[in-house]
């Protein structure tokens, strides 16, 4: 398996400009995960998904933030507008089994730079 | 809610030293703890794992690091640093519903 794939892997946009994130996560996986990472805030979980249902989204920022996963091997989180402070490493993890007591595998994350 | 408190932003070591890397959590039950590396423009890799049993538990590179419930902590250690073990290290915890809760990281620096 190529593991947990995120395209694109960076990204410069505009402030104001819609910004779509991808994952597909590793097959037979079904649980993924949504992480931002900052140098101010470290790694915080956005939102996470059990058998494409999305169980926790109490870490999106705001209401810019929305997050897909229409079937088991594709995710999508979109920032719609981005703003500056938007910046950061977006990484998308998927694990097995639903009990928590599993490795969550890391894609290698998207860099976001929102000028 | 599940926590994770990483005490060390920086820790520097000479290489062939021994490193040991704080990490305490906050769960209310057994917690499931975890460990991962992650090198500079690269996503996280797992160095090990504690589900249940032997609270002492060993992973890849040499690491290892011991639950104690009773100080709710689960540090790494490594008995002797290479200089290719520099990185940022994580400490996590999952627990039920699946949530994985990241502790914010400690920057392993070696010196040769």
């Known amino acids: 398996d190529a593991g947990v794939i995120q395209s694109p892997r960076h990204e410069v946009t505009e402030m104001g400009q819609e910004v779509t994130l991808r994952c597909k996560p590793i097959?037979?996986?079904?649980?993924l995960f949504w992480y931002r990472q900052t140098m101010m805030r470290g790694l915080e979980l956005l939102i996470y998904?059990?058998?494409?249902?999305?169980?926790?989204d109490s870490g999106m920022p705001e209401d810019r933030f929305s997050a897909k996963m229409p079937n088991a091997s594709f995710s999508t989180l979109k920032i719609q507008p981005s703003e500056p402070r938007d910046s950061a490493v977006y990484f998308c993890?998927?694990?097995?089994?639903?009990?928590?007591?599993?490795?969550?595998?890391f894609g290698q994350g998207t860099r976001l730079t929102v000028v | 809610a599940q926590s994770v408190t990483q005490p060390d932003i920086h820790i520097t070591v000479s290489e062939g030293a021994s490193l040991e890397l704080r990490c305490n959590y906050s769960?209310?039950?057994?917690?499931?703890l975890f460990w991962y590396v992650q090198s500079p423009g690269q996503g996280l890799q797992l160095l090990l794992k504690?589900?249940?049993?032997?609270?002492l538990v060993q992973g890849i590179k040499g690491f290892e690091a011991e639950f104690k419930r009773s100080q709710s902590s689960f540090n790494l250690r490594k008995p002797s640093v290479h200089w290719s073990d520099a990185a940022e290290y994580f400490c996590?915890?999952?627990?039920?519903?699946?949530?994985?809760?990241f502790g914010a990281g400690t920057i392993l620096r070696v010196k040769s």
């Open positions: 769960y209310g039950a057994t917690p499931y």
């Open positions: 996590a915890v999952g627990a039920h519903g699946n949530k994985l809760v």
């Open positions: 993890a998927s694990r097995q089994g639903a009990g928590g007591n599993t490795e969550a595998f």
């Open positions: 998904f059990n058998n494409n249902v999305p169980i926790d």
């Open positions: 097959s037979g996986h079904n649980s």
């Open positions: 504690y589900f249940s049993g032997d609270t």
